[in-house]
């Protein structure tokens, strides 16, 4: 498909999420409808799992719950292409999907990959570094490009979980983690992005500045770093959690800010409804022993609101663009340039933040002139909040389902993640799956 095809199709797809966005959605900074119609995830690929966290959406049958043949697999991806368009993000999820043969796994990842999707390989990375060699297969011999890794206090199974006091004594593990990523760039010569995500539990809720502070020093390997509060959902069987509560999103944004000194701009950037997802995009930088942080809108600014926004309208329609990066930065830079003002506008921001943060680069540069190493890598804090089935039928959750932009394909239909691991759904799926004939790999 070509550029101008490729372009149509996707502004088509932006104008319906866009409508279909409730009223109060529709803000300046909203993302969705703009810059992506949401992001996909697969469902039963493999609900087997070789962890038994405290805090899970899976079922208490998963285990039992044969991978889906892959002739379910393309039709659910090829759903969630017709409702992302082109360059539609998709995580490759269910259980634990590494526990698939390597064929099977790449063979859905091509998948993915031929039908202009991005796909993501969610994991919690046991097998992968176990045998770093089915990951780097994947990358050299599949086309991935994109992982995350789940690693927390909640992963019970998990040896090094056993013998933690806290998420600090899991940063060695995720440290493992990171050096994988590095290590199979350098081995394959992919551009790998990585991502890592956390449960937060009142357990861990206080511990979440040091995950923080672990993800700033190594925004090189993760450049997405998701924390999800537990929902009363699936096998979810954490007393900590149901007990006492959830962390808000009040709570936990406090605790993702406190690395920071200061509460981060909460409402940068929107994408579906602000009670279902906090997404904050920044610049991290690490100048020798020292880490910064530099926020795209600094809270209280309206003009940097105004600023980002405008940003947003004018160029946010090629953020899920298939493109690779390289060409994507050149055909941005080339829509500012078609837009003086806008890039004239973006240039005087980006001065007037190197005088309002001088201080901090003036450190950065005398870490430079000392031979210094110094990273400057964007990242993204996310704080994802799902629903748990009394939430689903308020009204306020029905509002957060209109304006859903996580959705996994259902026998054809879209559908919310928070209606498949809340409304008994994926427990159906799985009774389904398990009642079929043994697979065949076709």
């Known amino acids: 498909m070509g550029i101008g095809r490729h372009t149509t199709e996707l502004r088509r ?21 703009r810059g992506g119609v949401g992001c996909g995830a697969t469902h039963g690929v493999q609900e087997r799992c070789d962890l038994a966290c405290t805090s899970c959406y899976l079922t208490d049958i998963a285990n039992r719950t044969p991978p ?27 259980g634990e999907v590494t526990l698939l043969p390597l064929a099977e796994l790449g063979r859905i990842v091509e998948r993915a990959i031929e039908l202009e999707l991005d796909p993501m390989l969610m994991t919690n ?14 990358v050299r011999d599949h086309g991935l490009r994109k992982v995350s890794f789940h690693v927390d206090l909640t992963q019970r199974g998990r040896p090094e979980v056993a013998r933690a006091a806290g998420e600090r004594d ?30 937060v539990t009142p357990r861990n809720l206080d511990q979440v500045p040091d995950v923080v502070e672990f993800a700033r020093r190594n925004a090189d390997a993760f ?17 900590r959690a149901l007990d006492h509560g959830a962390p808000s999103m009040d709570e936990l944004w406090e605790r993702v800010c406190a690395p920071y000194g200061r509460l981060l701009e909460r409402h940068a950037l929107h994408f579906g409804h602000p009670e279902c997802n906090v997404t904050v995009p920044v610049v991290s930088v690490t100048a020798g022993d020292e880490a910064f942080g530099f926020e795209v809108v600094r809270a209280g600014s309206v003009r940097d609101a105004r600023g980002f926004a405008a940003m947003l309208q004018a160029l946010a329609d090629h953020a899920d663009s298939p493109r690779p990066d390289r060409f994507r930065a050149g055909w941005l830079a080339l829509r500012l340039l078609a ?10 921001m980006m001065a007037r933040r190197a005088v309002q943060e001088r201080r901090a680069l003036g450190r950065i540069l005398s870490s430079l002139v000392r031979g210094r190493r110094v990273r400057v890598q964007p990242q993204l804090f996310v704080i994802h909040r799902f629903m748990d089935a009394d939430e689903l039928a308020t ?15 259902v026998d054809g239909e879209l559908v919310s993640m928070c209606e498949l691991n809340a409304s008994g ?15 065949s790999a076709s």
């Open 13 to 33: 797809l932006l104008a319906e999420k866009w409508r279909q966005l409730p009223e109060a959605a529709r803000t300046p900074q909203q993302l969705a409808g």
């Open 68 to 94: 889906l043949p892959f002739a379910e697999v393309d039709a659910q991806l090829a759903a969630l292409r017709a409702h992302l368009g082109p360059g539609g993000k998709v995580q490759l999820t269910a």
């Open 125 to 138: 990375g046991r097998r992968l570094l176990r045998e770093p060699d089915y990951f780097e297969a994947l």
């Open 170 to 199: 899991l940063d060695p593990l995720r440290l493992e983690c990171a050096e994988l990523i590095r290590s199979v760039r350098r081995r394959t010569g992919a551009a790998l992005h990585g991502a890592m995500t956390v449960t």
């Open 223 to 239: 450049r997405i770093v998701s924390f999800q509060p537990a929902a009363e959902v699936g096998r979810t069987e954490d007393a």
């Open 339 to 348: 837009r003086p003002s806008l890039g004239l506008a973006t240039l005087g």
């Open 395 to 409: 009204p306020l959750g029905r509002e957060r389902l209109e304006a859903c932009v996580f959705r996994v394909a």
């Open 425 to 439: 759904l994926r427990e159906e799926l799985n009774r389904r799956a398990g009642a079929r004939p043994a697979r």
